[in-house]
Nanobody, 123 residues
Framework: QVQLVESGGGLVQAGGSLRVSCAASGGTFSGYAMGWFRQALGKEREPVARISRLGTGTYYTDSVKGRFTISRDNAKNTVYLQMNSLKPEDTAVYYC????????????????WGQGTQVTVSS
């Protein structure tokens, strides 16, 4: 059983930056692809960024390409999401997830989810 704990959310002005982190425990971190999803109020949860087990492959939804960067540190069992040039429409609860494949995580539900961290971007 893998436990995921997000941190680093908060309130930021439009155009600003924020980095959220997700610490994993209870499993072999490098054995999982990792992803960040988000859910805005009244909307469905959507994939934002995904990274392969060794960090060699990354995938982004179109709306965050060029602004967000996903990375991982397998020695620290942690995955990060660096968010730059934030927009009010990025406001959402951001969830960390662990799954079998970075390529399919947006289609096949991940195996494990964190509790989420709120990111609010003010205009």
């Amino acid at each position: 059983q893998v436990q995921l704990v997000e941190s680093g959310g908060g309130l930021v002005q439009a155009g600003g930056s924020l980095r959220v982190s997700c610490a994993a425990s209870g499993g072999t971190f490098s054995g999982y692809a990792m992803g960040w999803f988000r859910q805005a109020l009244g909307k469905e949860r959507e994939p934002v960024a995904r990274i392969s087990r060794l960090g060699t492959g990354t995938y982004y939804t179109d709306s965050v390409k060029g602004r967000f960067t996903i990375s991982r540190d397998n020695a620290k069992n942690t995955v990060y999401l660096q968010m730059n040039s934030l927009k009010p429409e990025d406001t959402a609860v951001y969830y960390c997830a662990a799954g079998r494949s970075a390529q399919t995580m947006g289609v096949i539900p991940p195996d494990y989810w964190g509790q989420g961290t709120q990111v609010t971007v003010s205009s």
